[in-house]
């Protein structure tokens, strides 16, 4: 089966990590796992193997087809439900974990899709530079996503996986991250939070004051006492804590 590096088809040929993915995510008879990018199934096998229910989102229908074939029993039996759509529009089924060695040209929206759902623990493989923004708190990594992820959840790198471990190789190595539903941050509002560091972060090279000036214009109410202590600042010398306070007292 031809694959696409155009559509981030790089298939996990490596068994004993798809095999430390589910042991990370701590998968048991009684867990409905979601695996978004399904592929040919080498951690989907891995997941029936622990799991009580698999729901596996693939967008290629030849993958669709080869799950189906090669998990039949699974299938038949209802243990494994092959959803095939894009996973940005399928509507996630109700799942208790999330295990998957997802297409990396869309972590990001994925990222937020699955961090609006209720979830016990998710075990995610990214390109290893996005894992890395995941979990930056200072440096070049660090950005918008790395402080609005952590109000969400507490993320965590796990171990680099090197490309060789995947036919045909991408270009960049990939990591493990897992991911705990309880906030790294404390917010009241994450929506609203979402869009005071997404406004900060637009001028990242400039001082703070100037964000500081396009928030008012968006509704935000900034006090002068935070414009005198962090206008001078640039976006990234700013931890997440200190996004989290300055938000909580707009």
């Known amino acids: 089966m031809k694959l696409y590096r155009s559509r981030d088809q790089h298939i996990l040929k490596n068994k004993r990590i798809a095999y430390r993915m589910v042991e ?5 008879d009684s867990d409905i796992v ?3 990018g399904c592929g040919t199934g080498v951690l989907t096998e891995k997941l029936l193997e622990k799991a009580g229910k698999v729901f596996g989102v693939e967008v290629d229908s030849r993958f669709v ?6 998990f039949r029993e699974s299938v038949e039996s209802g243990k494994l439900v092959v959803l095939k759509g894009d996973a940005l529009k399928v509507e996630f089924p109700s799942f208790t974990k999330f295990v998957s060695n997802i297409p990396y040209s869309i972590s990001s929206p994925l990222t937020f899709k699955l961090l609006g759902c209720n979830f016990r623990l998710a075990v995610v493989m990214y390109q290893k530079e996005f894992a890395e923004r995941l979990v930056a708190r200072r440096g070049k990594e660090y950005g918008r996503i790395s402080v609005i992820v952590k109000a969400y959840a507490t993320p965590e790198v796990l171990e680099v996986v090197n490309r060789k ?13 897992r991911f705990l539903p309880d906030p790294e941050i404390k917010v009241e509002d994450v929506k609203r939070f979402s869009e005071f560091v997404t406004v900060c972060f637009s001028m990242r090279r400039k001082r703070l004051s100037k964000a500081f000036c396009l928030l008012r214009k968006r509704g935000f109410e900034v006090p002068e006492d935070i414009v005198k202590k962090y206008g001078e600042r640039r976006a990234e010398e700013l931890e997440p804590e200190v996004y989290a306070e300055i938000f909580e007292n707009l």
């Open 24 to 28: 990370y995510a701590e998968v048991c």
């Open 34 to 36: 979601l695996e978004v």
């Open 65 to 70: 087809d080869l799950l189906r074939k090669k």
């Open 165 to 177: 471990n995947f036919h045909p190789p991408p270009k960049v190595d990939s990591a493990i991250v």
